[in-house]
């Protein structure tokens, strides 16, 4: 028996049972995605490539620089994946020839008229002015803080990742920032988020993953034993994804996180709750 308050007993069997709820509602970490999940770019790709282009003298329409753009990232990212790392690249050259693709398809093909302004977009990117913040980002941040979760980040983001974040006042948030380059290789790699649990000392069962990229971060996460869920915008989702995400995993916004979260906690006990029978 245990003596909770004077006049208050309770049996072994419920006890335990307490003791063993605690521990099991105990959800101890949430890794976070950045991109497209906590902030965004103020204005689109193609907008501000051909902001900067104007401004040295060149005159390139913002949608073609948009779908030029979506063209010369995955031909950068499949021919030099992870910013170039295994081919000798810095992350900085990186996004410099994503530049210098990306306008020579858009059709201006000279490269030297065209490396000032792909200088100047790295140093814009680099900036927190270029990001905002998302509704709702800071305050699921400090809800979830409040209820004693430890937060951290997980991200295919480059060095700039920690000074965009000081910059936009979310750093405070995060016990630590984990990026694709600094690791050596980017989600869904599992030893990406194995460093993240290790780092945290959290058991993957103890820990769950944010994020608005389907194979990337909700797959990504379950695939080494996190817990997760899929930050969705506006647009549908293509049937594929829904049918393969439960719906209580799908977050129509942050502020849905902690719901979804009880919701979560409380599968578990009756799963637990019925298995005990």
Known sequence: MLLIRPGIILSFDITMTLLSMAHRL???????????????????????YAS???????????????QAFGQAYRAQSHNFPNYGQNCGLTSRQWWKDLVLHTFHLAGVPDARAITPIADHLYEDFSSPSTWQVLEGAETTLKECRKRGLR???????????EDILVGLGLREHFEFVLTSEAMGC????????????????????????IGDSYPCD????????????LVVG???????????????????????LLPALDL??????????????
Do not use: C
């Open 234 to 256: 506006p647009e549908p989702l293509p049937s594929s994804v829904r049918d393969s995400v439960p719906k209580e995993h799908i977050l129509l916004s942050l502020s849905h």
């Open 186 to 209: 980017p989600k869904p790699d599992p030893r990406i988020f194995h460093e993240a649990l290790q780092l945290a000392h959290v058991e993957p069962a103890m820990a769950a993953h």
């Open 151 to 161: 937060l951290a980040v997980i991200s295919n983001f480059d060095q700039r990742l």
């Open 218 to 229: 909700y797959q990504g996460a379950r695939a080494v034993g996190m817990h997760s869920f």
């Open 52 to 66: 900067k282009a104007r401004a040295h003298g060149l005159v390139v329409e913002a949608t073609a620089l948009e």
């Open 264 to 277: 979560l906690e409380a599968s578990s006990l009756m799963r637990e709750g019925g298995g005990s029978k």
């Open 26 to 48: 105990q959800m101890r970490l949430l890794t976070w995605d950045v991109k497209d999940t906590l902030i965004k770019l103020r204005h689109s790709v193609g907008e501000e």
